[in-house]
């Protein structure tokens, strides 16, 4: 996984514990301990929690294209909305599957 940088470039004088921690306990130290979860169910596992708290916003996008990235196929992620629909709204499907539409047909 790269050096997470977002929280510093984001936050780093404004907050720079916080973009710290973002940077290296979250991204560098939790997000790194592949020996006990994949970064492909890491993804799975974070897009699942977004959604399950009603963020819609670039966080989601960013996990859902790191869920690309780390191996979840769209038909993948079609199948883990519809699935997570029924347990977190409807409208919160339909939220994701906007924004997934629009990572899976770009070429990241």
Do not use: C
């Not at 997470?4 to 991204?27: C, H, I, S, Y």
Request: hydrophobic share 45%.
């Amino acid at each position: 996984m790269k050096k997470q940088t977002a929280g510093r470039e984001a936050l780093g004088t404004f907050a720079p514990k916080f973009a710290e921690l973002n940077d290296d306990v979250l991204f560098g130290e939790v997000w790194a301990r592949e020996d006990k979860l994949s970064l492909r169910d890491r993804s799975v596992i974070t897009v699942t929690a977004l959604m399950t708290k009603g963020i819609f916003d670039n966080s989601l996008k960013y996990h859902i294209i790191n869920a690309k990235n780390n191996g979840v196929t769209a038909e993948e992620m079609s199948e883990i909305i519809t699935h997570l629909a029924f347990y977190v709204g409807w409208p919160n499907a339909w939220a994701a599957f906007s924004l997934a539409k629009e990572v899976y047909s770009e070429n990241n």
